[in-house]
């Protein structure tokens, strides 16, 4: 069974930090490209950043450039997202997403919801 299963999600104040963590199991995580998206209430799910499947590659939406960072562990089969000096416009749910490139294998997790307010 296929699961990504996020963690490391709640409420911050602007300006703070928090370490979002996505564990993956059921599929060979280190052929997959991994994503983090976000949804806010009333938007569109939008892609925050991309990691390929070595980790040699990354990319970021502009508006969380220079501020979060993505990672991955592939003997951990784990993807991470660092996100520093956090806005309330950075308020959503966050997903992690597997893509198996040129293949219609996508998966998704649960999400988890990060809240900055002070």
């Known amino acids: 069974e296929v699961q990504l299963v996020e963690s490391g999600g709640g409420l911050v104040q602007p300006g703070g930090s928090l370490r979002l963590s996505c564990a993956a199991s059921?599929?060979?995580?280190?052929?997959?490209?991994m994503s983090w998206y976000r949804q806010a209430p009333g938007r569109e799910r939008e892609l925050v950043a991309a990691?390929?499947?070595?980790?040699?590659?990354?990319a970021y939406a502009d508006s969380v450039k220079d501020r979060f960072t993505i990672s991955r562990d592939n003997y951990r089969n784990s993807v991470y997202l660092q996100m520093n000096s956090l806005k309330p416009e950075d308020t959503a749910v966050y997903y992690c997403?597997?893509?198996?490139?040129?293949?219609?294998?996508?998966?998704w997790g649960q999400g988890t919801q990060v809240t900055v307010s002070s």
């Open positions: 997403q597997a893509r198996l490139e040129r293949s219609a294998y996508v998966y």
């Open positions: 059921g599929f060979t995580f280190s052929s997959f490209r």
């Open positions: 990691v390929s499947s070595t980790g040699s590659s990354t």
